[in-house]
């Protein structure tokens, strides 16, 4: 498991979102979500601040964006591995920086997300090429 190199997309690495710190627990939490996953991910670790759970959207840092869909994809959501996925739409800004909308506020009140908690995004990428469809599992850190 590597840091994620903005600049060499690479699959099976992770990045630490601004003013989240990095700690034996959340990279032993991110390695197990590795070994148990079987598919190509790349994890994104954040301390959600009060505008990601009061606003409609949720938004990554530009570095992060850079690894994510260029055009305007749609994300099936879940939380830790729940029955009941989300649809969601994960858009980049002129700026360059990735958001989900549509979805994102029926996720995080169904699933509680709380101020000031670090979660961990694990995106995936379809398995089948024609579906364009991205996946987005959420964990608590």
């Known amino acids: ?62 570095e992060f964006s850079r690894m994510l869909p260029e055009v305007k994809t749609t994300l099936i959501m879940d939380y830790e591995g729940s029955d009941n996925p989300v649809t969601g739409t994960l858009i980049k800004t002129f700026r360059g920086i990735s958001r989900i909308t549509k979805g994102w506020k029926k996720f995080r009140e169904e699933h509680n997300l709380k101020h000031g908690v670090v979660y961990i995004f694990n995106f995936f990428r379809p398995l089948d090429r024609l579906d364009k469809r991205w996946g987005l599992s959420v964990h608590r850190a």
């Open 1 to 62: 498991m590597t840091i994620c190199r903005p600049n060499q997309p690479q699959d099976n690495c992770y990045m630490l979102a601004e003013k989240t710190s990095r700690n034996e627990a959340l990279i032993s939490r991110m390695r197990w979500l590795f070994i148990e996953s079987s598919s190509k991910m790349t994890l994104y670790a954040a301390k959600l601040v009060e505008s990601q759970l009061t606003g409609p959207q949720m938004f990554f840092s530009k």
